[in-house]
T-cell receptor
Framework: NAGVTQTPKFQVLKTGQSMTLQCAQD?????MSWYRQDPGMGLRLIHY???????DQGEVPNGYNVSRSTTEDFPLRLLSAAPSQTSVYFC????????????FGSGTRLTVV | DAKTTQPPSMDCAEGRAANLPCNHS???????VYWYRQIHSQGPQYIIH???NNETNEMASLIITEDRKSSTLILPHATLRDTAVYYC????????????FGAGTTVTVRA
């Protein structure tokens, strides 16, 4: 089925470990973004991309890296995990700047101990 | 970006219409009004959007006041599955790629 696929769905990391959250979409969307959601905080934008090879920072980029080598994939890398990065992460994509609505993935629940 | 104000929560009886208000008094002329919802633990789901005219789709209707300073999302026949957090967002569109989610309105549909 067409949509945004995030893997893994759940992950537990130890402080200082690194990992990559995967996001893939098969709708040929130009725009992709990563959000984190914490209790009582709503969704906050981490990084976004307007096309292959182009990325930019969002509201809370520190501690995260992204790259966009293909239209389909937009991985989020945690270089050295910290307990403050415990959160639910959502990836989203859209045809253009969101005028037609963003499609969100089902999320990755990350716990850093 | 314009800010939005929504009530933190509201209840609705199953089968009745749910009217969700949103204030966006500082909206600019080229900003759209978007509505998303998030059912527990799932990713947000796009519902509807509009610029100045009222809009309707299979999920909901969006009523935007003439001065565009407020809008109302209408779920015509609420079901238990409509229980979710509903977010009203203003979004420029052409050169803005960043959705800004506030706290939204928690809607509880009761049998």
């Amino acid at each position: 089925n067409a949509g945004v696929t995030q893997t893994p769905k759940f992950q537990v990391l130890k402080t200082g470990q690194s990992m990559t959250l995967q996001c893939a979409q098969d709708m040929n969307h130009e725009y992709m973004s990563w959000y984190r959601q914490d209790p009582g905080m709503g969704l906050r934008l981490i990084h976004y991309s307007v096309g292959a090879g182009i990325t930019d920072q969002g509201e809370v980029p520190n501690g995260y890296n992204v790259s966009r080598s293909t239209t389909e994939d937009f991985p989020l890398r945690l270089l050295s995990a910290a307990p403050s990065q415990t959160s639910v992460y959502f990836c989203a994509s859209s045809y253009s700047t969101g005028v037609y609505g963003y499609t969100f993935g089902s999320g990755t629940r990350l716990t850093v101990v | 970006d314009a800010k939005t104000t929504q009530p933190p929560s509201m209840d609705c009886a199953e089968g009745r219409a749910a009217n969700l208000p949103c204030n966006h008094s500082t909206i600019s002329g080229n900003e759209y009004v978007y509505w998303y919802r998030q059912i527990h633990s799932q990713g947000p789901q796009y519902i509807i959007h509009g610029l100045k005219n009222n809009e309707t789709n299979e999920m909901a209707s969006l009523i935007i006041t003439e001065d565009r300073k407020s809008s109302t999302l209408i779920l015509p026949h609420a079901t238990l599955r409509d229980t979710a957090v509903y977010y009203c967002i203003v979004f420029y569109g052409s050169n803005d790629y960043k959705l800004s989610f506030g706290a939204g309105t928690t809607v509880t549909v009761r049998a």
